[in-house]
């Protein structure tokens, strides 16, 4: 998953050159995109490139015109059957559900390919290896767009991130006034990129100075105030709702369950949870070991900056990708870069 050391290289096409690429991959590989659904903009597979929302990708930057869901969705579904159980008089058969296909998505941001890599250091990088993300994982190539501006809600350069970084992509585009500049980043990248059709160019990519930046507090700031009133005072705006997490492109809670599908036959699927729900861990007998709203509200803040980031060694990164979807859903306000500007002025 890592960039490898190749000589950087970069292309410049045309729109008709980029749709043409991108069919020729439609028929090979499942290619993903955005798309509108009902209003809503969403990825989704493409099977020519004129499905894809050109007017939404290119034109700008708002939240009406990037995905609402992240690309955490393809390799963690928010429901997915691990594997099925058939039983036939005395003989059980067991059928797992691992994906084959190879994927390519186009469109993704820095701070989805951002929070793709953070799913890694659960998911990949320690044991036991998720066999189902391992395997979407290797088979989906990740083709990125640099972001021309911030949106509204957008803080990824306060959190190491930048719209136009492309550390965690396998290509990068970067969208000028009638054509793109194409990098492949990695050999997974490069492996796509057709041989001797393009034009090789010198032109360097416009790199982006705009940036939201205020500090994060460090590590020692959380431990010190844990048991503020703080929490209490922001657990009340919180409706336990669960779609911070949802769109989230890092949140990663998960509950396995049984289903039967008809006589003799189960499957076993995995969903989506969150800790900002009233029942999460509940444990058999009732007891809910965050029963308050306040002592949610904190686990899901303290995950991001310092629960997750401690546990699997990102260092002083946080698991946050600065992407702002949680801002842009919730109903009640809570602004998760206002708890941390609120929480570096304490003394």
């Not at 088979?139 to 640099?146: E, H, K």
């Not at 500049?181 to 990248?189: H, S, W």
């Not at 507090?217 to 209490?232: R, T």
Request: with cysteine.
């Amino acid at each position: 998953m890592s960039n490898s050391n190749t000589e950087k290289k970069l292309w410049l096409i045309s729109q008709a050159e980029l749709e043409a690429w991108l069919d020729g991959i439609a028929d090979a590989r499942q290619l993903i995109a955005p798309r509108q659904i009902s209003g809503i903009e969403l990825y989704r597979p493409v099977s020519k490139s004129d499905e894809i929302d050109w007017q939404g990708l290119t034109h700008g930057y708002a939240p009406s015109n990037r995905p609402v869901l992240s690309v955490k969705e393809i390799f963690f579904p928010p429901t997915e059957r691990l594997f099925s159980i058939q039983r036939s008089g005395q003989e059980i058969h067991l059928e797992e559900s691992f994906p084959e296909w190879e994927t390519v998505v186009l469109g993704v941001r820095p701070c989805d390919a951002r929070g793709v890599k953070l799913l890694d250091a659960l998911f990949l990088d320690t044991n036991p290896v998720d066999l189902f993300y391992a395997r979407r994982r290797a088979n989906t190539t990740l083709i990125g767009l640099a972001c021309k501006e911030l949106g509204p809600t957008c803080f990824c350069s306060s959190v190491g991130g930048a719209p136009d970084n492309a550390h965690d992509m396998d290509i990068m585009l970067y969208q000028l006034e009638e054509n793109y500049l194409i990098e492949a980043v990695n050999d997974k990248g490069r492996f796509l990129i057709p041989s001797g059709e393009w034009n090789e160019t010198t032109i360097i990519p416009h790199k982006s100075n705009q940036t939201v930046q205020f500090p994060i507090p460090k590590k020692g700031k959380w431990l010190e105030h844990f048991n503020d009133d703080y929490w209490m005072k922001i657990g009340e705006r919180c409706l336990s709702c669960r779609a911070c997490a949802y769109v989230c492109p890092t949140c990663r809670c998960f509950i396995v369950r049984d289903e039967m599908i008809k006589a003799n036959k189960f499957e076993r699927v995995r969903c989506w949870d969150s800790c900002s729900g009233k029942n999460y861990r509940q444990l058999a007998g009732g007891h809910r070991p965050r029963a308050e709203i306040n002592e949610r509200m904190r686990n899901r803040i303290f995950c991001k900056f310092y629960y997750y980031p401690e546990q699997y060694g990102l260092g002083g990164a946080s698991a946050c990708t600065g992407c702002g979807r949680c801002i842009e859903v919730c109903h009640a306000g809570v602004d998760i870069t206002e708890v941390l500007q609120d929480l570096e002025k304490m003394e």
